[in-house]
């Protein structure tokens, strides 16, 4: 069977690590959430992928060795609810993150790519951020990497807010079919946290045909895969749960399909 749910290495500075051509069974998609103390640092060499560095909690410096962004990074919880900094990087370049805060946790995304764009700090003021849904379907979004941009070949990057009692990439869709502009295929990885963090939630991921469903409980910094098929979050009362998606495929585009089963709570009254 393959392995969606990841748990996190909590003994490590890299507490998840989802490598393309790895045991994931994601190819367009790739995952590390790094924690460094202040002065610590990671080093990278990228050969054919590109990454967005989200300075997701803490202070960091982010070099390629031509650019430099120091001292990037605008909350020390990510249920401050803000938007933060991030630096995108293409293919063919190192970069070396460096820890300035007591603790940083710092997410790197990764697609494959073959065209070299320029190193591109994305500040915090530049994502755009949307609140989508309605009932008890709400959840707020802050766009990162979004397919409105070109900074990137590949890669789409958001964050998503869902309170307690409401569900969240619902009613279920999916992007797993080349099929544009109904459909685009996508490959997508959800980094989950929780507030206060001893809250989990649910999360399906299932086809159609049924070759995939799994229903888990994802607690706090665990990682989702979601290959293909349909992935709701369902979110506990009195929890606040927070992600970090990372999709790409073959064409950076989001166009998804509803599941029709439950298409039908979207033309309520």
């Given amino acids: 069977m393959v392995k969606l749910l990841r748990k996190p290495e909590t003994a490590n500075k890299v507490v998840q690590d989802v490598a393309i051509g790895g045991d994931s069974p994601l190819k367009y998609v790739g995952f590390k959430m790094i924690d460094l103390a202040q002065g610590e640092t990671y080093e990278e060499s990228l050969g054919k992928l590109e990454v967005?560095?989200?300075?997701?909690?803490?202070?960091?410096?982010?070099?390629?060795?031509?650019?430099?962004?120091?001292?990037?990074?605008r909350r020390s919880s990510v249920f401050e609810q803000v938007p933060t900094d991030?630096?995108?990087?293409?293919?063919?370049?190192?970069?070396?993150?460096?820890?300035?805060?007591?603790?940083?946790?710092?997410?790197?995304?990764?697609?494959?790519?073959?065209?070299?764009?320029p190193t591109t700090l994305i500040p915090a003021e530049a994502n755009s951020t949307e609140q989508r849904g309605k009932y008890n379907n709400k959840r707020t979004v802050h766009n990162i990497l979004p397919d409105s941009v070109t900074t990137a070949n590949s890669l789409l990057v958001v964050e998503?807010?869902?309170?307690?009692?409401?569900?969240?990439?619902?009613?279920?869709?999916?992007?797993?079919?080349?099929n544009l502009p109904a459909e685009s295929f996508l490959e997508e990885s959800y980094y989950h946290e929780m507030n206060p963090?001893?809250?989990?939630?649910?999360?399906?991921?299932?086809?159609?045909?049924?070759?995939?469903?799994?229903?888990?409980?994802?607690?706090?910094?665990?990682?989702?895969?979601?290959?293909a098929g349909y992935h709701p979050v369902g979110v506990p009362d009195g929890y606040t749960s927070y992600y970090l998606n990372v999709m790409a495929g073959p064409v950076r585009t989001w166009n998804f399909h509803n599941d029709p089963a439950h298409e039908w709570i979207l033309d309520r009254k």
């Fill in 52 to 73: 967005c560095v989200v300075a997701l909690t803490g202070r960091i410096t982010v070099t390629d060795h031509d650019a430099t962004f120091a001292n990037i990074g």
């Fill in 86 to 117: 991030s630096v995108y990087i293409s293919n063919d370049r190192a970069f070396r993150v460096t820890g300035e805060s007591d603790v940083a946790r710092v997410a790197l995304c990764y697609a494959p790519s073959e065209k070299q764009l």
């Fill in 160 to 178: 998503v807010y869902t309170e307690g009692g409401n569900w969240s990439s619902y009613p279920p869709h999916k992007h797993d079919q080349n």
């Fill in 197 to 227: 963090p001893q809250g989990f939630v649910f999360q399906r991921v299932y086809t159609d045909d049924r070759s995939i469903d799994e229903t888990m409980t994802v607690e706090n910094r665990n990682v989702v895969l979601v290959p």
